[in-house]
């Protein structure tokens, strides 16, 4: 039992941390994807009153900032940029990129999970003009993280 037990726990400790982080992973793709179809048709949440690290934006950007928030996790990080020249215009490419830091649930395997995240990126064409267009916005990376991923 003295020998089994820590074993058991370690691996019952490892499937929960890791579950999680999984989960977190495919929450974060999927709301990512949600933001960026309405990103590109010109629809987002009406709420622009989340705490954010970006510079001082536009209606749209908050609006879109504060979904992404709502949905992804309010530790979440957000980046929007327009990789074709001329910025919000139909046809062009829109790229949403969210950091969502993993944590450690049953301290386990702190050392393993905290300090890392999970990054996404999706990039697609916006399909309608807007009355005010998004800006290109972007938050601090998350601490020992960057935004190369999403280049």
């Given at each position: 039992?003295?020998?089994?037990?820590?074993?058991?726990?370690g691996l019952?400790?490892?499937?929960?941390?890791?579950?999680?982080a999984?989960?977190?992973?495919?929450?974060?793709?999927q709301?990512?994807?949600?933001?960026t179809?309405?990103?590109?048709?010109?629809?987002?949440?009406?709420?622009?009153?989340c705490?954010h690290?970006?510079?001082p934006?536009?209606d749209?950007?908050?609006r879109?900032?504060?979904e992404t928030?709502?949905?992804?996790g309010?530790?979440?990080?957000?980046k929007v940029?327009?990789?074709?020249?001329?910025?919000?215009?139909v046809?062009?490419?829109?790229?949403v990129?969210?950091?969502?830091?993993?944590q450690s649930?049953?301290?386990?395997?702190?050392?393993?999970?905290?300090?890392?995240?999970?990054?996404?990126?999706?990039?697609?064409?916006i399909e309608?003009e807007?009355?005010?267009p998004?800006?290109?916005?972007?938050?601090?990376?998350?601490?020992?993280?960057?935004?190369?991923?999403?280049?």
């Amino acid at each position: 039992m003295a020998i089994v037990l820590p074993l058991v726990a370690g691996l019952l400790a490892g499937i929960i941390d890791f579950s999680l982080a999984l989960n977190d992973l495919q929450t974060t793709r999927q709301e990512t994807r949600e933001i960026t179809r309405d990103a590109v048709v010109g629809t987002s949440g009406n709420d622009t009153g989340c705490s954010h690290l970006a510079s001082p934006l536009n209606d749209s950007s908050i609006r879109l900032m504060c979904e992404t928030k709502s949905r992804v996790g309010t530790d979440a990080r957000v980046k929007v940029a327009f990789p074709d020249a001329g910025g919000y215009l139909v046809g062009n490419a829109v790229q949403v990129c969210v950091q969502l830091p993993y944590q450690s649930l049953t301290g386990f395997f702190t050392t393993i999970l905290d300090g890392n995240s999970a990054k996404v990126k999706v990039e697609s064409r916006i399909e309608v003009e807007m009355d005010t267009p998004l800006e290109p916005f972007q938050e601090p990376s998350l601490p020992g993280e960057s935004w190369g991923f999403c280049a």
